[in-house]
């Protein structure tokens, strides 16, 4: 069989213009922590995230009454309800609620990569169920790692490459992106002791001098969650696929 | 002893401005084809090159007399004396001659990087040489990858691995930049094999699809030379270091 479908990894927002064309579809990673916190949200029972660019529009949300998760470089914004960790969305906090959300990196890559035909976000906690997603969609692929201020992210590409790895297992798929090669040969070297490998990361000791670095473990959990948030009419809702695309 | 001096290595010249600082010195790397041809062409004589941006340069340099190497998108420009693979640049073309060259990505980087304290041109021909030579400036080290219009590539980012490998083996250097520590260990898995290991890249398959991959073999030969090509008052001229770094 033919394979007709592509996948790309794009490292950093800063060069999407490469990658993007209206017909694929992308997944939008961001490890530490915003992708694993939307995940998180939707596995405790949000309703909804809106996810938002500027530190102003996240403001103007506050004071119409919203619950907001906003921070900057690891630290919650003054007017905010709470920040960028998983561990902040709980169940008490978010079941049924629509939350607004603006990060320094993720949140940016999502709004960026609407203009292609779908975009769903990927963590490793729903690494199989965003990967098989993807398949199921039958187009080309691009993943987009929201890095660090437009700089290459160690543990976005890393999570980039496993979900190459997953969907290129899948007969239709191919790739002839150095990015996507790349990604997929450091996940294989990573892999095998993932944890020790990310703490040479550059956030990883961003996090650690901050103190935030209580999420690293949780946020390289893999396929703790079926769900899979996706960006609809300005909004993130979390859906399953009930069908495996295996 | 504290190491002093940090390496970095920037994936893409679109993120360059992430990177540069006017204290750095920087080795632009462009394996397949430009910083191996120039490489070449001091190897053969040269006595300077002249690195240009633009075809309306590099044109206007051709009416004034001067030996032109031009090429986009790997095919010779119609005005130009040859294009840009490193067997072109041949004794009895360059040995005591000025050459101005301009090509799709090589001499952009080489041109931007030209912020910093001083440049440097990289390749696997001269490795080990101008490793040595940032050793001996005692700065912080950028290695800037020209990749493929504005996309990362896997054979520059290879090579930018190779280097920052020999530099950390300095007692001086050190890096907490995620994508030096992705290039050492994507080195890591491409050196027991390297022409193997590069059949994979994009620019690999460009060439084999333009009838130019006949340079592969030779780009990829390590130390063949000592000659540091550096950049100063515009032009490109060959230097050796007579004493190592190590």
């Avoid at 033919?2 to 990658?19: L, R, S, Y």
């Avoid at 960026?112 to 199989?128: D, I, P, T």
């Avoid at 990604?183 to 103190?211: E, F, H, M, T």
């Amino acid at each position: 069989m033919k394979k007709e479908k592509k996948i790309e990894v794009c490292f950093t927002p800063a060069v999407f213009d490469c990658f993007t064309h209206p017909d694929a579809v992308v997944i939008v990673v961001d490890v530490l922590r915003a992708t694993s916190a939307i995940c998180t949200a939707f596995m405790n029972g949000a309703a909804n995230i809106i996810p938002l660019e500027t530190i102003e529009e996240a403001r103007d949300y506050k004071s119409r009454g919203f619950l907001v998760a906003a921070e900057r470089d690891g630290f919650v914004l003054d007017f905010a309800d709470f920040g960028n960790s998983p561990f902040n969305f709980t169940k008490e906090r978010v079941a049924g609620k629509t939350i607004v959300y603006s990060t320094t990196n993720g949140t940016q890559a999502i709004k960026m990569a609407s203009e292609c035909y779908q975009v769903a976000v990927g963590a490793y906690l729903n690494l199989s169920a965003v990967s098989d997603w993807a398949i199921n969609q039958n187009r080309d692929v691009i993943i987009l790692c929201a890095g660090w201020k437009n700089r290459f992210s160690l543990e976005d590409s890393l999570l980039a490459g496993a979900i190459t790895e997953k969907i290129l297992e899948h007969s239709n798929f191919y790739t002839i992106c150095d990015s996507a090669i790349a990604a997929k040969d450091l996940w294989s070297v990573a892999k095998p002791d993932l944890i020790s490998y990310i703490d040479k990361a550059a956030q990883r000791s961003r996090l650690r001098l901050n103190g935030l670095d209580d999420v690293i473990d949780y946020c390289h959990s893999i396929d703790i969650t079926n769900i899979i948030p996706v960006y609809s009419d300005k909004v993130l809702i979390g859906i399953t696929e009930s069908v495996s695309a295996c």
